[in-house]
Nanobody, 124 residues
């Protein structure tokens, strides 16, 4: 079992940047495919990005391609989401999640462990 804690959220103006971190404790993070999801007010939680166990493969939802970068440091048991050129529509609570399956998956039900979320607010 792994425990996940997100940090790095906040309020930023449109066009700005934030870097989210997801720190893991318990089982080593290298055992999991990792994903970031987000949930805007009144909307369902949606997939944002994922990264393979080794970090060599990444996958993004179309709306963040070219703006967001997911990365991981298995030695530090931490996953990151670098968010650039932020837009008001990126406003949401962002969650990291861990999937025991070796391939990248984008559905919520595929992920076994979740953090508590961190709020990102982008003002126009």
């Amino acid at each position: 079992q792994v425990q996940l804690v997100e940090s790095g959220g906040g309020l930023v103006q449109a066009g700005g940047s934030l870097r989210l971190s997801c720190a893991a404790s318990g089982r080593t993070l290298s055992s999991y495919t990792m994903g970031w999801f987000r949930q805007a007010p009144g909307k369902e939680r949606e997939f944002v990005a994922a990264i393979s166990r080794s970090g060599t493969t990444t996958y993004y939802v179309d709306s963040v391609k070219g703006r967001f970068t997911i990365s991981r440091d298995n030695a530090k048991n931490t996953v990151y989401l670098q968010m650039n050129s932020l837009k008001p529509e990126d406003t949401a609570v962002y969650y990291c999640a861990a999937d025991q399956f070796m391939l990248i998956r984008t559905t919520l039900s595929s992920y076994d462990y979740w953090g508590q979320g961190t709020q990102v607010t982008v003002s126009s």
